[in-house]
T-cell receptor, first 112, second 119 residues
C-alpha cells in the first residue's frame, strides 16, 4: 500500500496562475482532508470531505476549491494564486473506525 | 471553538533522558480526543499516540506516553530514553466534530514544539 500520495512535491507559480494539487489514498478511507502549514502556525484545515460526494469548508477555505472525484481522490484547486498561498499543503485521510489521520508527504508551493 | 496551546517553541534533551512536551487545550465538547504527531526535518507527519476524553488510563505507545489530566485540560507527551532520531517538531492536536456537524472529525493543531536531542 502506498498510503496517501500527493502530486506534485514542489511547485512554483506566478501570481494569478491556477493549479490543482492532487491527492489519492489506497486505504479505502471515507474521510479526506486538506491542510496548509505555515511557519509558526501549525496546520490549518482548508477543506474536508466526510465521504464521496460531500465537501465542507474548514478554517481557511478562501481562495481554494476542492473536488472529491471518487472515494480515492481529493483534489485542491487554486484558481488565482496569491503570494499569501505560499505554504506546504498536506492531504490526509481517515478510516471510518479510526481516530488518527494519515498524512501524505506534502506539496511545497511557492507563489511569486 | 477548539484551541490547542503548546507553550514551548523549542526544547533540548540529552540523549537517553526523558522529556515532557506540554500541551493544553480548550473545548466545550463533552467528547474529544488528543493526538500527538511528529514531523521530522523530511516533512512528513507521523502519528504517535491518541487519548480519548473518556479513556480511564493514560495512553502509551512504546517510548511515548500521554500524561492526560482532564481537570487541568492538559495532554503532555512524555518521551522516555530519548534518541537522536527523536529530534523533530512535535504537534499536539485535538479531534472535534466537524464544523458543519456532518459527522466527520477534524483536527485542530497547536503550533508545535521543536525538540532537539543532544548526544
Amino acid at each position: 500500500n502506498a498510503g496517501v500520495t500527493q502530486t506534485p512535491k514542489f511547485q512554483v507559480l506566478k501570481t494569478g496562475q491556477s493549479m490543482t494539487l492532487q491527492c489519492a489514498q489506497d486505504m479505502n478511507h471515507n474521510s479526506m482532508y486538506w491542510y496548509r502549514q505555515d511557519p509558526g502556525m501549525g496546520l490549518r484545515l482548508i477543506y474536508y470531505s466526510a465521504s464521496e460526494g460531500t465537501t465542507d469548508k474548514g478554517e481557511v477555505p478562501n481562495g481554494y476549491n476542492v473536488s472529491r472525484l471518487n472515494k480515492r481522490e481529493f483534489s485542491l484547486r487554486l484558481e488565482s494564486a496569491a503570494p499569501s498561498q505560499t505554504s506546504v499543503y498536506f492531504c490526509a485521510s481517515r478510516g471510518p473506525e479510526q481516530y488518527e489521520q494519515y498524512f501524505g508527504p506534502g506539496t511545497r508551493l511557492t507563489v511569486t | 471553538a477548539q484551541k490547542i496551546t503548546q507553550t514551548q517553541p523549542g526544547m533540548f534533551v540529552q540523549e537517553k533522558e526523558a522529556v515532557t512536551l506540554d500541551c493544553t487545550y480548550d473545548t466545550s465538547d463533552p467528547s474529544y480526543g488528543l493526538f500527538w504527531y511528529k514531523q521530522p526535518s523530511s516533512g512528513e507527519m507521523i502519528f504517535l499516540i491518541y487519548q480519548g476524553s473518556y479513556d480511564q488510563q493514560n495512553a502509551t505507545e512504546g517510548r511515548y506516553s500521554l500524561n492526560f489530566q482532564k481537570a487541568r485540560k492538559s495532554a503532555n507527551l512524555v518521551i522516555s530514553a530519548s534518541q537522536l532520531g527523536d529530534s523533530a517538531m512535535y504537534f499536539c492536536a485535538m479531534r472535534s466534530v466537524a464544523y458543519s456537524g456532518a459527522g466527520s472529525y477534524q483536527l485542530t493543531f497547536g503550533k508545535g514544539t521543536k525538540l532537539s536531542v543532544i548526544p
